[in-house]
């Protein structure tokens, strides 16, 4: 009876859309088909793995995803569980089955599973012996992977290839897994050729990728079952001379040489295992590399204050952000997360905190694996997530809460609720600026089509009284509550005759002829004006000015008139 098929593992983005009860269902499938392959005895396995294909592409995807991912499945128990039960399906597949899939052989196969798998003890027993068994050093795809990887690395434009980033990772993660690896790239002098012809202007963590994949691809001469010392020292003349002729010329230019010895400890390793014929040719050779960048960087394990839990919980920046992590920390992590991918956040976070956020420092011991006790008994996986402090980020514990005061009172103008306040007004009276910008002052001027007419002018002029005032009603009857005594002081019913006598004759003579009262020397000597200042008794100037008064007082003309 053949057991079912295995379902490929899904992309990080269809991860993320499948609800968690279902993944939890498809980790237990998949863990329980993986157990049920592992008790396969083995006939049965490779006949399993040769009559289905689907075991293969299930492990090739979940170690590409784990590798690449930063949402690790592995962080769960069930993902531990199947991270575990894809170790050893992988470990079957290389041992017992003969010739191996191709799948599995490839680089990028072995780069991914070194990366998920790189704290596994048996890891490089598993991968230098497939190496030996399978003769990986002849075969088409290891020669054409060097080949290609070489002609990235020496592209002018190295910061533009995202696969060259992808590859230099897997390179890396083999490196540290299989120093037979390390014996093939370093046959012949290519490889490490172009990683020193670089250009100069080569963005900095492509340089730290490319120093930590010269020293991993050196030192592995001096590991394994055959060390090679002579080939390594041949190497370093070889960087040793390149860079001389450089310094000569003057030219900036990326130094991997004094990169490599600066920044890890090539030299005091090449110091302990250099044995043999080679010791006198190692030791001039050391001597003079020790004066490129002063030999190795590493720093000695400082005693670790122990923190009593006194102090507010700020940033080291001063920014007073408690409990959060800087940009420039995070950059740093990223550095280093790119040159080892199977490291937590959490757990580098507590690297660079312990060698002062240098990440040199922090790169040499972790591949020299000289941390102290305490980091290296501490969860690699670790996230940040995971490094919560449980101290109160409270600064002003004491401050009790406050309801929020009401809001202030809102103006409100004549404007509101019209048609631009409820946005209906019609766009096609929107303008900014002018609404004609052509238009001038001499035009608008000049433009008599909707100026006022002429005779409509002069009649509202002719209408206008300017001594027409409203009479003032202040002390009428109505409003006062009383009678009024409209007789003036100190005269009498004779008196007022008279007066009403005069008015009556001076309105006769002004309605028979108005120019009697003209104010010319000719009009007082005249005739006219004799007679009436004979009937009235009264002089020239009180004559004329009764005229001029009646003039002025529409109200009494009409009074009289009637």
Known sequence: MSLPSFATFPQATLRRAIPPEEWEACLDAWILLAQGCLLLTAKAFSLQSAKSESLVDF?????????????????????????RKAFLLGHRLLTEIVPSPPELLS????????????????????????????????????????????????????????LLEQDLRRTAALLRACHAFGHFLMTGSDFLDSLA?????????????????????????????????????????????????????????????????????????????????????????????????????????????????KHVNRDDYGHGAPGDVHVHKMSLITQIQDLFPDLGSGFILKLLDEYHDDVEQVTAHLLEDSLPAHLEQADRAESMGHTHNDQSNDLVPDLAPRTTPPLLPSRRNVFDNDEFDKLTVDTSRLHIGRKNE????????????????????????????????????TYDVEDVGGTVDTALPGSDEADADQRHKHEESLFAAYRTSPAVFERDATTRRGKARAALKSETGMTDEAIEGWAMMLGRDPRRLRRLDA
């Open 59 to 83: 492990l090739v995807s979940y170690v590409g995803e784990e590798a690449s991912a930063d949402d690790r499945t592995s962080r769960t128990t069930r993902g531990k569980e199947l991270r």
């Open 107 to 162: 680089l990028a196969f072995l780069g991914d599973f070194s990366t998920v798998y790189a704290r596994s003890k048996s890891l490089n027993g598993l991968l230098e012996q497939t190496w030996l068994r399978q003769k990986l050093e002849t075969s088409p795809g290891m020669q054409e992977y060097k080949s290609t990887i070489v002609k990235q690395i020496e592209q002018t434009h190295i910061s533009t290839s995202r």
């Open 197 to 309: 012809t670089v250009d100069a202007h080569i963005p900095t963590e492509y340089a730290k990728k490319l120093v930590v994949i010269a020293y991993l691809a050196l030192t592995s001469l001096m590991e394994g079952a055959k060390p090679n010392t002579s080939l390594l020292l041949d190497h370093l003349y070889s960087l040793k001379s390149s860079w001389d002729s450089q310094e000569k010329s003057g030219i900036p230019h990326f130094s991997l040489l004094a990169s490599v010895v600066s920044s890890t400890s090539l030299l005091q390793k090449l110091r302990d295992r250099m044995k043999g014929p080679d010791v006198s040719r190692a030791k001039s050779l050391i001597a003079s590399l020790e004066g490129l960048g002063g030999g190795s960087k590493l720093k000695k394990p400082t005693r670790r204050r122990v923190d009593k839990g």
């Open 438 to 473: 052509n238009i001038t002052a001499d035009n608008i001027l000049s433009d008599r089509s909707n100026a006022p007419n002429k005779a409509a002018i002069l009649s509202a002029l002719a209408a206008f009284d300017s001594d027409d005032d409203e009479r003032d009603d």
